[in-house]
């Protein structure tokens, strides 16, 4: 009843699959002799598998959407489908390849050239799901308008990671020495073509698809991504304010938040534990009774700006604690997870009445969910929110500005993602404000 992380390490892969209008290819970007393929050579690839996907009399059917499915449904219909060798074969090309390249056409208009929301949400969903394969953690996706983004699946990777990526392709691409590796082989006869994967799939299969799509439509819809940024306010001033740029973010989420809903909400940072081996994450608790002192006292007239410094201080050197002990192996979260997992019986779960006691669930309900990706100026993205009732919040913080995404659940009737998105950016503007009196003081 468990999934598995596939590793291909070490990686002997030669090839990637593209999808192109559903239909999956596996794409040699090395030649027979081991080397790179150079731009070109992969360019004049892509434009023969788009050739001959427009030439298909009966178009192979859309088995990426199945990928959107729950992991229980999913599991069933790969076994399905892996009964047939060829298409145990494909699935193994799709698991063993380097990356996923998608070129997109459908759900793309030219209007995503100015709606950096529309844009944002596409590459979140694809709208139907068709044209992607969601079990592979690295997707790039290419949209006819010329825009270009990324799409990761979190299991076995964590968000800076795939940032890393991005920004390298992007220096690649911009910065002559970066770019001298990629262009190693030359085309000519030693170059395998794109090969179209078939399938075989019967009413079983098909009717999987349908439901699947329908899900997966039905998912894209519920879902809202806002995209924000605050220029003229980075790095480089935080700091002049002998405050951390992240605990500062935090804080402003912390105003915002009390803001608009009048109460604090549990909530989580990303917490990076790759220091140790096989490390991942654990969880920075950001709502804490400092940053409550705090935000009850920013909007009240009568306590004046220097108490309400001191209480930011506060606020910011509780988070600050609590981040460098998660950072070291030190937080709650994943130590209470491992209990968790370990339980083997009802009796077992019983005994554990801190995992039962409403007071435990509350805390766990992460009304924000939020990541600081501060990978780089290019580096901007998204995700859901982990509670219906609550918002994804991914952010990064620039030398010179501040940029973040907000996403809800269309369906909660207690969220608002649009006036969140305006109070978190005043809240980091009033943070300023307050920064600036605290210089000027010192000054």
Known sequence: ???????????????????????????????????????????????????????????????????????????????????????????????????????????????????????????????????????????????????????????????????????????????????????????????????????????????????????AVRMAQSIHLRLGEVAGLGSDYIKKAKVSPDAFVQMALQLAYYRLHGQPCATYETASTRAFLHGRTETIRSCSSESLAFTKAFDDPDVPARKKAELLARAVAAHLEYMKAASQGKGVDRHLLGLRTQLQSDEERARAQLLSDPAFSRSCDFKMSTSNVSAGCYFRGGFAPVSHDGYGINYGIDKDNISFSISQWDGSKQTNAEQMHQLLSKSLLDLRDLAEYTLSRVS
Not at 151 to 165: C, M, Q, W
Request: glycine share 6%; hydrophobic share 35%; aromatic share 6%.
């Open 1 to 215: 009843g468990c999934d598995t992380i596939i590793h291909q390490y070490p990686c002997h892969a030669k090839h990637i699959i593209v999808s192109y209008r559903d239909q999956l290819f596996s794409v040699p970007v090395y030649d027979v002799h081991g080397q790179r393929m150079s731009p070109g050579t992969i360019k004049q690839q892509l434009q023969e598998l788009m050739a001959t996907t427009s030439q298909l009399s009966e178009p192979e059917p859309p088995i990426g959407v199945l990928t959107t499915e729950n992991r229980d449904t999913w599991a069933e219909v790969r076994s399905h489908l892996e009964a047939n060798p060829a298409n145990k074969h494909n699935l193994e090309a799709i698991d063993s390849s380097l990356f996923m390249l998608c070129l997109d056409d459908a759900g793309v208009d030219s209007s995503m050239i100015h709606d950096k929301d529309k844009l944002a949400n596409h590459l979140l969903h694809a709208g139907n799901g068709r044209n992607r394969w969601y079990d592979k953690s690295f997707q790039v996706i290419v949209l006819n308008t010329g825009q270009a983004g990324c799409n990761g699946e979190h299991s076995p990777v964590d968000a800076l990671t795939t940032g890393r990526i991005c920004m390298d392709a992007i220096l690649a691409e911009e910065t002559p020495e970066y770019a001298s590796p990629f262009v190693t082989a030359k085309s000519g006869s030693n170059v395998e073509k794109p090969k179209l994967l078939r399938w075989s799939v019967d009413s079983r299969v098909r009717q999987a698809i349908e439901v699947a799509e329908v899900q």
